[in-house]
């Protein structure tokens, strides 16, 4: 992904720039995609019982999981989700897809009965 800034005074051309803010996965869309499918079936190892739903719910409860842990980490610890080896970025991951994995088990435990 890339913006294009104005232009700059001393280079006539459009300058085109990298958007790589704080926050924000530095590696790409496919690595924050890998980053939650593991994130997420780290999260349903680590919970005991049976949750529901294949490979496309634990990529997306991992993904959702792993937002929410950039944002909860941004938000207390004042560290995002800023680099794919990076083992903050695999805890705070990992914590933001338990917390989305239980939600889901509340939500479709309830829907079941």
Same mark, same amino acid.
């Given at each position: 992904?890339?913006?294009?800034?104005?232009?700059?005074?001393?280079?006539?051309?459009?300058?085109?720039?990298?958007?790589?803010?704080?926050?924000?996965?530095?590696?790409?869309?496919?690595?924050?995609?890998?980053?939650?499918?593991?994130?997420?079936?780290?999260?349903?190892?680590?919970?005991?019982?049976?949750? *529901?739903?294949?490979?496309?719910?634990?990529?997306?409860?991992?993904?959702?999981?792993?937002?929410?842990?950039?944002?909860?980490?941004?938000?207390?610890?004042?560290?995002?989700?800023?680099?794919?080896?990076?083992?903050?970025?695999?805890?705070?991951?990992?914590? *933001?897809?338990?917390?989305?994995?239980?939600?889901?088990?509340?939500?479709?435990?309830?829907?079941?009965?």
């Amino acid at each position: 992904m890339f913006s294009i800034r104005e232009k700059d005074e001393a280079y006539p051309a459009i300058r085109v720039t990298p958007l790589a803010e704080e926050g924000t996965i530095k590696n790409g869309f496919f690595a924050f995609l890998i980053l939650g499918l593991i994130a997420g079936a780290i999260a349903k190892a680590i919970l005991p019982g049976r949750q *529901g739903g294949g490979i496309f719910i634990t990529l997306l409860l991992g993904v959702v999981g792993a937002i929410l842990g950039g944002f909860i980490g941004s938000a207390l610890f004042n560290v995002g989700i800023n680099e794919f080896f990076s083992l903050s970025t695999w805890l705070l991951a990992i914590g *933001g897809a338990l917390i989305v994995l239980l939600v889901y088990g509340m939500i479709t435990k309830r829907s079941a009965h």
